[in-house]
């Protein structure tokens, strides 16, 4: 069974310009999850998705952030425009959904560097 | 935001040796769940354990709860130097589907 897939694993931008992340979840999980990373902490999450419906964006900063998820499967996460804080590892995760006693299935994640 | 903190930040030991790492949280959960981090492999989830359960074991890890201290342990036997990585702890906030992961113990295992 292929796991979580993400791209690009890495992305060095300038700041102020856009960027783009990608997530193809596991086949069948409903749930979709974008995490934050920052060196030597725990993920935070940004957002939710169960199937195509963003339930939790409480953490997504709306001003330069936004995320999609078409047809409930492949997700996307724009940052416009990127600041220096926004350097960080991005990752998606999925699970089945349905219940909250699932594990979370992660991806590799993508590196950000903002210059 | 994070609810949980992972005790202590860092750990070595060799190989053979038992590792202990703690995680404490403020909420009452749902459920808490620890993961491994490592280069190679990113997050990987561990092991589950209920609001409603004290012990856990799988293989060599287990995991106790004691939902009153509000803590939770990991204990990890007979280390080996694959287990170099970083442990994380995530709590479910009853029921919300949130997860909200701690701080992270590094665990070294020196061969």
């Known amino acids: 069974e292929a796991g979580v897939v993400q791209s690009p694993r890495y992305k060095i931008i300038e700041k102020k310009q856009p960027v783009a992340f990608w997530c193809n979840p596991i086949?069948?999980?409903?749930?979709l999850y974008w995490y934050l990373q920052n060196l030597g902490q725990g993920p935070e999450l940004l957002i939710r998705?169960?199937?195509?419906?963003?339930?939790?964006d409480s953490q997504l900063p709306k001003d330069r952030f936004s995320a999609e998820r078409l047809k409930g499967v492949d997700s996307t996460l724009k940052i416009q425009p990127a600041e220096l804080g926004d350097s960080a590892v991005y990752l998606c995760?999925?699970?089945?959904?349905?219940?909250?006693?699932?594990?979370?299935?992660f991806g590799p994640g993508t590196r950000l560097t903002v210059l | 935001s994070q609810q949980g903190e992972e005790d202590p930040q860092a750990l070595s030991i060799q190989e053979g040796e038992n590792a202990t790492m703690n995680c404490s949280y403020k909420?009452?959960?749902?459920?808490l769940q620890w993961y491994r981090q490592n280069s190679g492999r990113g997050l990987v989830h561990l092991i589950l354990?209920?609001?409603?359960?004290r012990e856990k074991h799988s293989g060599r890890l287990r995991v106790t709860l004691d939902t009153s201290k509000k803590s939770s342990s990991l204990l990890i036997t007979a280390s080996r130097a694959a287990d170099t990585a970083s442990y994380f702890c995530?709590?479910?906030?009853?029921?919300?589907?949130?997860?909200?992961f701690g701080t992270g113990t590094r665990l070294k295992v020196l061969a």
């Open positions: 995760a999925s699970s089945p959904g349905g219940s909250s006693y699932n594990e979370q299935f």
């Open positions: 086949s069948g999980h409903n749930t």
């Open positions: 998705y169960e199937n195509e419906e963003a339930v939790d």
């Open positions: 909420t009452s959960i749902n459920n």
């Open positions: 354990i209920r609001s409603n359960e």
């Open positions: 995530a709590t479910d906030t009853s029921g919300t589907y949130k997860y909200i």
